[in-house]
């Protein structure tokens, strides 16, 4: 039994059914997703369940033990394509970015918050060296015109930087990020996945997770040495406190796309995959301090 916590287009899903998988469980937070699959996904019948969900409650979908979890995290090339869904700069559409149907969406935190946390948005979540700029012309443009558009706040974002040279990100990409992770709590999401596939996983079970940018990657990473069992805080005047026994063994040190993938799939440039495999020691609580995680909390805020 395998759980794909990112469903998405059913690429990993597909390739798991075709590899001999005898159930896999799709779980995913966008409706859209399971209308778009719904024309291949009843020729496999019970082996194939579809749940509208979130990965951070994967247990909880996957009711029962299982041998692999696979998540592909971040926005998919199908809600990037699609200009009402918000989340491009380079497609005009509503400043949405929700990847469910629930909670607030970009363009109401760019209409609610204040000039500090918004700010504090843009840089922790989006390591944006001109997060106060930003914040500063966002709260002046919106006293006059509500921002409701991607449009309106690439150019907002464009006017506060530079032209870019040539080879360089858009100049809205950090923004847009930041922004997108608020909306989706996908940091919080995470690690509540990564401890909920913990907890399903049976001995020997795989976990899999590709990431794409730094700031999810080394959460991942953090996870699986922590998991791992490794000794931490060590120095030269104190020995290495005793570690738990090791939840994972970590299999990789993060993969990166080879040229073949670069050539089909050009998205796959920033992607990094980190596997671990299940022991048999019992499931815990994870340490979230050491993780790496932004010090800014959306949910605070809402």
Same mark, same amino acid.
């Given at each position: +039994?395998?759980?794909?916590?990112?469903?998405?287009?059913?690429?990993?899903?597909?390739?798991?059914?075709? !590899?001999?998988?005898?159930?896999?469980?799709?779980?995913? +937070?966008?409706?859209?997703?399971?209308?778009? =699959? =719904?024309?291949?996904?009843?020729?496999?019948?019970?082996?194939?369940?579809?749940?509208?969900?979130?990965?951070? %409650?994967?247990?909880?979908?996957?009711?029962?033990?299982?041998?692999?979890?696979?998540? @592909?995290? $971040?926005?998919?090339? *199908?809600?990037?394509?699609?200009?009402?869904?918000?989340?491009?700069? *380079?497609?005009?559409?509503?400043?949405?970015?929700? *990847?469910?149907?629930?909670?607030?969406? /970009?363009?109401?935190?760019?209409? +609610?918050?204040? %000039?500090? !946390?918004?700010?504090?948005?843009?840089?922790?979540?989006?390591?944006? &060296?001109?997060?106060?700029?930003? /914040?500063?012309?966002?709260?002046?443009?919106?006293?006059?015109?509500?921002?409701?558009?991607?449009?309106?706040?690439?150019?907002?974002?464009?006017?506060?930087?530079?032209?870019?040279?040539?080879?360089?990100?858009?100049?809205?990409?950090?923004?847009?990020?930041?922004?997108?992770?608020?909306?989706? @709590?996908?940091?919080?999401?995470?690690? @509540?996945?990564?401890?909920?596939? %913990?907890? #399903?996983?049976?001995?020997?079970?795989?976990? /899999?997770?590709?990431?794409?940018?730094?700031?999810?990657?080394?959460?991942?990473?953090?996870?699986?040495?922590?998991?791992? $069992?490794?000794?931490?805080?060590?120095?030269?005047? #104190?020995?290495?406190?005793? /570690?738990? !026994?090791?939840?994972?063994? =970590?299999?990789?040190?993060?993969? #990166?796309?080879? =040229?073949?993938?670069?050539?089909?799939?050009?998205?796959?440039?920033?992607?990094?995959? &980190?596997?671990?495999?299940?022991?048999?020691?019992?499931?815990?609580?994870?340490?979230?301090?050491?993780?790496?995680?932004?010090?800014?909390?959306?949910?605070?805020?809402?």
């Amino acid at each position: +039994r395998w759980l794909d916590g990112t469903f998405g287009a059913g690429g990993y899903a597909r390739g798991l059914l075709a !590899a001999g998988a005898d159930e896999v469980i799709g779980v995913d +937070r966008d409706p859209m997703v399971f209308e778009m =699959a =719904a024309p291949w996904a009843d020729e496999h019948g019970d082996r194939l369940r579809l749940v509208e969900g979130t990965f951070s %409650e994967l247990d909880t979908h996957a009711d029962g033990p299982l041998d692999g979890v696979v998540l @592909d995290l $971040g926005v998919s090339s *199908m809600q990037l394509d699609q200009a009402e869904r918000g989340f491009s700069f *380079m497609k005009n559409g509503p400043l949405d970015m929700r *990847m469910g149907r629930d909670g607030p969406s /970009a363009a109401d935190l760019v209409a +609610r918050l204040d %000039e500090e !946390a918004l700010a504090d948005i843009l840089y922790h979540y989006g390591e944006e &060296r001109a997060s106060r700029r930003i /914040a500063r012309t966002i709260v002046k443009r919106r006293a006059e015109a509500p921002i409701t558009t991607t449009q309106a706040l690439t150019g907002i974002v464009e006017s506060c930087l530079p032209r870019p040279k040539p080879g360089q990100s858009h100049p809205a990409t950090r923004s847009f990020q930041a922004l997108r992770i608020a909306v989706n @709590d996908e940091f919080g999401q995470l690690v @509540d996945g990564l401890e909920a596939a %913990e907890r #399903a996983l049976v001995p020997g079970g795989w976990l /899999a997770v590709v990431s794409f940018h730094s700031l999810e990657d080394r959460i991942v990473k953090r996870f699986f040495q922590a998991r791992s $069992g490794a000794a931490g805080n060590a120095n030269r005047y #104190a020995p290495a406190t005793e /570690a738990d !026994a090791p939840r994972f063994k =970590a299999l990789t040190k993060g993969l #990166a796309a080879d =040229a073949d993938e670069l050539a089909r799939n050009p998205r796959s440039r920033s992607a990094r995959l &980190r596997v671990g495999r299940r022991t048999d020691a019992a499931p815990g609580r994870v340490d979230r301090t050491g993780l790496g995680l932004p010090k800014y909390d959306i949910r605070k805020e809402f």
